[in-house]
């Protein structure tokens, strides 16, 4: 009997199915405090065939996301120890991490950030203008998934008209609920789609050159890492990253803000009548809704904040435990936009904290400030449904409101 296995009858255990959640919107968010509720800091979790540990509060959460050296950033779900893949950078530990941060992190930096923000309103203001006519739309498919992803596509230098296939590729890789063998195959298929399309698109690049391009296809062409070329298999591995997070991660942040204004009429009076408090709101929602639940693969054997681990275990540290940990942040589960500046960790915390984090807080700003410049008063038009694994998101979101 294992230490691992010796330790489950002295601390709770539970059968949450992180990769099954499939419900009404907020199902997941419910289902992490419960096991908030249950036990602290961690528990024992039983997903199908799998077992891992849950840590469950934020202090517990942001030691393991601040030190790599005992919890690897080599797998993204808790149910898969070998993944047969490595998305560059998030799967990879430091010092390779650093060193591929350093390559992306001017296309993502404050400055670069801010000189696209009246171009980012433009495009915002003709989306919602677009539909406000119609007096409803589903929030999801016809603004979170285009908004964001129109942005994210010009950055990398890819045709928006294809945005349509590539959320279907997108929706293959992390939109599968369940973890069995059907469910990966299936994202196996859509992740070699996307590495198919990137080694043509690399392969035009290299035989026509733009001098002048600023896209960062064109730019990964010439990086380098400790002086060497980068390899085109680990070239492929970050396209596919940047695919997935650039096409997925704000689109489900921006649709659980809307849904949270949607049915809070008081919150959404506020922002209509005071767009100051937008910045503010954009905290809370990150606080409140954190829509990432990363997953970590112990690095060796350790007592771990009282959990004796082994190394090979694997362990899920939710970000939405951390953000609604009333331990940490009063009336936590309950956004407020008179709260302050708080330290939540919805970006992450340690080397992986998310290198994204800029844009993705201004393109939520905006969105929320030229929607509600033009449809201030709305509701829910249907039911919503949400789906999980490691970023849980909506997969419909329904409105309405008089044109």
């Known amino acids: 009997m294992t230490t691992s296995e010796q330790q489950v009858g002295q601390c709770p255990v539970s059968n949450f199915e992180l990769m099954g959640i499939n419900g009404p919107a907020l199902t997941g968010f419910s289902q992490i405090d419960a096991l908030q509720d249950k036990a602290r800091p961690f528990l024992q979790n039983t997903e199908g065939e799998h077992k891992y540990w849950i840590f469950t509060d934020y202090k517990t959460i942001l030691d393991g996301l601040q030190h790599p050296e005992l919890w690897s950033s080599s797998v993204i779900v808790p149910t898969d120890p070998n993944p047969p893949y490595k998305w560059i950078p998030v799967m990879l530990d430091p010092p390779e991490h650093t060193k591929w941060r350093q390559v992306l992190a001017e296309y993502f930096s404050p400055g670069r950030t801010r000189s696209m923000r009246e171009q980012q309103h433009e495009l915002a203001a003709g989306i919602v203008e677009k539909i406000a006519a119609k007096g409803e739309c589903d929030f999801v498919k016809e603004v979170a998934r285009v908004f964001p992803s129109t942005i994210f596509l010009d950055i990398m230098g890819m045709p928006v008209d294809k945005l349509d296939e590539f959320l279907e590729w997108e929706d293959k890789i992390l939109h599968q609920v369940g973890a069995d063998e059907a469910s990966l195959a299936v994202r196996m298929e859509g992740m070699g789609q996307v590495i198919t399309y990137f080694q043509t698109l690399i392969a035009e690049r290299r035989a026509n050159p733009d001098p002048d391009a600023q896209d960062i296809v064109s730019a990964a062409l010439n990086w380098k890492i400790d002086g060497e070329p980068v390899k085109d298999e680990d070239l492929l591995n970050c ?40 910045p503010n709101a954009v905290e809370e929602f990150l606080r409140v809704y954190p829509i990432v639940q990363t997953a970590r693969k ?36 309950k956004v407020d936009l008179d709260r302050g500046i708080t330290r939540h960790i919805s970006f992450s915390a340690g080397p992986h904290r998310c290198l994204g984090s800029h844009l993705a807080r201004q393109e939520l700003a905006i969105i929320i400030e030229e929607w509600h410049k033009r449809i201030p008063n709305y509701t829910l038009a249907g039911e919503t449904s949400e789906h999980g694994g490691g970023v849980i998101g909506i997969d419909t979101l329904k409105l309405r409101w008089d044109s």
Not at 322 to 331: L, Q, Y
């Open 239 to 278: 396209m596919l990253l940047l695919f997935m997070a650039g096409l997925d991660t704000v689109a489900n942040q921006m649709s659980y803000s809307m849904l949270h204004l949607a049915t809070h009429p008081d919150d959404r009076a506020r922002i209509v009548a005071d767009p100051s408090v937008i």
């Open 298 to 333: 112990a690095t060796r054997d350790m007592e771990f904040h009282g959990c004796k681990v082994k190394a090979g275990d694997m362990a899920l540290f939710p970000l939405a435990a951390a953000g609604r940990d009333e331990t940490m942040f009063p009336d936590a589960r």
